[in-house]
């Protein structure tokens, strides 16, 4: 019931910045918590950033001071703007949305994105 679109991977070197954009689409009444996860290989999927509707913003400490999550709700987008990006970012970034579907009443579904690619060279 909801598709998730994500857009913005590729190479940079470090020190460079890239721009994830994810967005949602589909038969739901109320996105709620938005957020980026990124797995590298041979790892667990990382919590990376997650924003409420209300744009309040939680960070993994490791990009804390470089990266930034945000959202536009008119949209259903949620992008993660990351700067000064290291080799150890690289990974495969991934989306999640907490919506709420419609006709089915009060409770929140979890989707996932595709993926996206990150990979800084050093």
């Known amino acids: 019931q909801v598709q998730l679109v994500e857009s913005g991977g590729g190479l940079v070197q470090a020190g460079g910045s890239l721009r994830l954009s994810c967005a949602a689409s589909g038969s739901f009444a109320e996105m709620n918590i938005m957020g980026w996860y990124r797995q590298a290989p041979g790892n667990k999927r990382d919590l990376v950033a997650t924003?409420?509707?209300?744009?309040?913003?939680n960070y993994a400490d490791s990009v804390k001071g470089r990266f930034t999550i945000s959202r536009d709700n008119a949209k259903s987008t949620v992008y993660l703007q990351m700067n000064s990006l290291k080799p150890e970012d690289t990974a495969v970034y991934y989306c999640?949305?907490?919506?709420?579907?419609?006709?089915?009443?009060?409770?929140?579904?979890?989707?996932w994105g595709q993926g996206t690619q990150v990979t800084v060279s050093s």
């Open positions: 924003i409420s509707t209300g744009g309040s913003a």
């Open positions: 999640k949305v907490s919506v709420r579907l419609q006709g089915y009443g009060s409770r929140y579904y979890d989707y």
